[in-house]
């Protein structure tokens, strides 16, 4: 950025000095009072990172529901009637290799049975029934631990007693817990240790990457601290949190990354523009308040358009859903605050020394790139000949999406080895492929004898049980039926459709297979909405930064095609399998349910950070110049380096998780480091600047009506 010079000439009036914004004056404020501002930081990390050791405990498991669903309903009813034998029970599979009736395996179901009563979360235990949890070979029985506690304790109940079951088993005889809670309480464990490797593998890369990308170690440091302080902190916030409303392990897991990548993201932006202003001035105080006028603007503006997009996410009636996108928000608003805070302090205070330790060859005073300023300018003697290709790269990869299929996800995301899983797969050998997902039909008493006979003559079903008359005396029943095909074979919504149009009007049909169901159809349901109200909102926040609407639709649509381009890339993965075998997995033949919603909220976050960066440059140059051409390659020479740089983190970041076990982890890394690859090298650093150039003036025009509404933000400091 090429400077004013305020000193007074010889014979010439002195010139005003810049004028200093909000965020200005707060740089000023931060950068003379280091130590009252890092002992802000160092209470309150302090006071909340106390908390943080808490975090896997504290925080809940379950949460995967669609709230106010007729399964759900179903549930309650269950344990509000049945003794808690409803899709949150625990069952306890006893396979023998001798009859049940067998003195041993009846010493084993009985000590079973003492575990589970001994546990206050446990309703009651219903024993095995011939026909019904018994297997006909007499081999396997299912003991029913009921469910007295919520959903969240009963995934905790799983956690304290699926290995004491599991210890059980002798020679002969295995005892394996399973059921919704329990494949939680695996699913969750697998995961959540996935994530904690993952991120322990991120941070050596994330390390080289910096000291590549800033060519000093003290500078290379400075990302990581900021990146340290807002995980204590959030961390800590969600444990106190989850005091007042559940809060899923989840949300910790997504703060955990995010907090990280853009942690790293605003701390490149403004520590390279500050070593530039620190360079042309010689005054740290000055140059930090350059930097928070200039680059603070942009990371304020990057932070308020990801805490909008995943606000979008609240939409969703499902617990686990929105307090993972808490989680995020969480992680954001304490990086957000670190950043411009901490980070300009410590920046006042360290002045040249932010230099030290600098790589043999490395300018540590240049913030313009003469690389990305040349590609400025070859893009805009020629936008179409690198615009166009980019383009079809992008649509041919978005292509997929049309055929794209979701679903829970099946047994198999759990670990082999993993209780819940062996236990399903000893009940489906046992009692039936359906046998782990029984349907469960809630009906008024008087209406039992007409729900048994339409269950029995209905398509997809394979045995039906007799009905349960509620034990405290009130006018429910409860029937259970087995389906006759996997609880993850796409038919079974089929079934629940029938069922519900044919069963009598006060029979409501549940169970975890239904839940699973309920919860998907309620994702696809407000997906449209809040995909709509993300696109909606973002696009009013570029207006009112950029003041231009072309330029900002054009922004908006430019971080949907990188979103189409990333989801057409996951189904080419994880639905069609290609590439699987080289990655490790089996395909389950769709992308989990929850991702067209919030991978396309944390997706197009992630693609407005850089889509700020850049654009923000853009109209610095451009109200310094009026010139658009000196507005793009200015902006790329500027900026580009910044936004290269930091996708190559977070890139290095999301593919870490991408090396974990458990598919959701997988999933969650693929998609979203071939997003920001896709969004920073070929749409902010080639599409973007292409369509400035194609648009020229119209891209900054507005009219003045418009501009009399808008507030008056200026990213030109001079």
């Not at 690389?371 to 000949?385: C, D, I, N, S």
């Amino acid at each position: 950025m090429t400077s004013v010079d305020h000193a007074p000439k010889t014979g010439a009036p002195p010139l005003p000095p810049p004028r200093r914004g909000l965020l200005g004056r707060l740089g000023d404020w931060t950068a003379s009072r280091f130590r009252t501002v890092l002992a802000g930081w160092v209470i309150l990390v302090a006071v909340l990172g106390v908390f943080a050791p808490q975090v896997t405990t504290a925080l809940s498991g379950a949460g995967w529901q669609s709230n106010g669903s007729e399964s759900v309903a179903v549930r309650e009813l269950a344990q509000q009637h049945f003794g808690g034998t409803g899709s949150t029970a625990i069952q306890v599979v006893v396979h023998a290799d001798r009859p049940v009736t067998d003195p041993a395996v009846q010493t084993v179901l009985v000590k079973a049975t003492k575990l589970l009563t001994a546990d206050d979360r446990i309703s009651e235990v219903v024993q095995p029934r011939a026909g019904a949890t018994i297997s006909r070979d007499g081999r396997t029985a299912v003991l029913l631990g009921g469910a007295k506690a919520n959903p969240d304790d009963m995934v905790r109940a799983s956690d304290d007693l699926k290995e004491p079951l599991r210890a059980l088993s002798t020679d002969g005889i295995a005892v394996r817990a399973t059921g919704a809670s329990v494949m939680w309480s695996d699913f969750n464990t697998a995961n959540l240790d996935a994530m904690i490797h993952a991120e322990i593998l991120s941070w050596p890369v994330t390390l080289v990457v910096l000291v590549i990308a800033f060519g000093s170690l003290v500078a290379a440091g400075l990302p990581l601290l900021l990146t340290m302080a807002g995980l204590a902190a959030s961390v800590g916030s969600l444990v106190l949190l989850s005091h007042v409303t559940p809060i899923s392990i989840w949300a910790m897991d997504f703060a955990l990354m995010f907090a990280l990548a853009l942690g790293i993201d605003y701390a490149l932006f403004l520590v390279i523009r500050f070593r530039g202003a620190l360079a042309r001035h010689g005054d740290p105080r000055r140059a930090v308040e350059e930097t928070m006028d200039t680059a603070g603007k942009a990371v304020l503006l990057s932070g308020l358009t990801v805490l909008v997009s995943l606000s979008a996410v609240m939409l969703v009636p499902a617990p686990a859903v929105r307090t993972m996108a808490v989680g995020i928000m969480l992680s954001v608003v304490f990086v957000l605050a670190a950043t411009l805070t901490l980070l300009p302090a410590v920046l006042g205070r360290l002045g040249p020394r932010v230099n030290r330790l600098a790589l043999l060859r490395t300018r540590t005073d240049q913030v313009v790139s003469p690389r990305f300023g040349a590609w400025g300018e070859q893009l805009w003697r020629h936008p179409l000949r690198y615009g166009v290709p980019a383009v079809l790269v992008l649509l041919a990869l978005a292509a997929p999406v049309s055929g794209l299929k979701t679903a829970m996800p099946s047994i198999t995301v759990v670990p082999a080895a993993d209780s819940s899983r062996q236990g399903y797969e000893m009940v489906q050998q046992a009692l039936g492929k359906g046998a782990p997902g029984m349907f469960q039909i809630v009906t008024p008493t008087a209406q039992a004898p007409a729900a048994a006979r339409t269950l029995a003559t209905t398509d997809g079903i394979a045995a039906v049980l007799p009905a349960q008359p509620a034990a405290d005396g009130s006018h429910w029943s409860l029937i259970q039926a087995m389906p006759s095909v996997d609880p993850s074979d796409a038919s079974l919504g089929n079934t629940v459709k029938t069922l519900r149009a044919e069963l009598p009007s006060q029979a409501s049909v549940g169970g975890a297979a239904v839940e699973n169901l309920d919860l998907k159809q309620a994702l696809d349901d407000k997906a449209p909405l809040v995909i709509g109200v993300i696109l909606a909102l973002g696009f009013v926040l570029l207006l009112m930064a950029l003041q231009a609407p072309l330029i900002a639709a054009l922004g908006v649509l430019t971080n949907l095609l990188a979103t189409g381009a990333a989801f057409g890339v996951a189904r080419l993965i994880f639905q069609d399998g290609h590439g699987s075998g080289l990655l490790g997995f089996d395909p389950q033949g769709f992308l989990d349910g929850w991702g067209p919603v919030f991978f396309f909220a944390m997706i197009f976050a992630i693609a407005m950070d850089y889509t700020v960066f850049l654009l923000s440059s853009a109209k610095e140059h451009f109200e310094r110049t009026g010139d658009p051409r000196k507005a793009m390659t200015a902006a790329l020479a500027h900026s580009g380096r910044v936004i290269f740089a930091a996708a190559g983190v977070m890139v290095a970041v999301f593919f870490t998780f991408a090396l974990a076990k458990p598919l959701p982890p997988k999933e969650m890394g693929i998609v979203l480091g071939t997003a920001v690859l896709l969004d920073a090298f070929l749409i902010r650093l080639v599409l973007l600047p292409a369509l400035l150039r194609v648009t020229g003036r119209a891209a900054w025009w507005s009219p003045a009506w418009l501009r009399r509404i808008l507030p008056d933000i200026r990213f030109a400091h001079d």
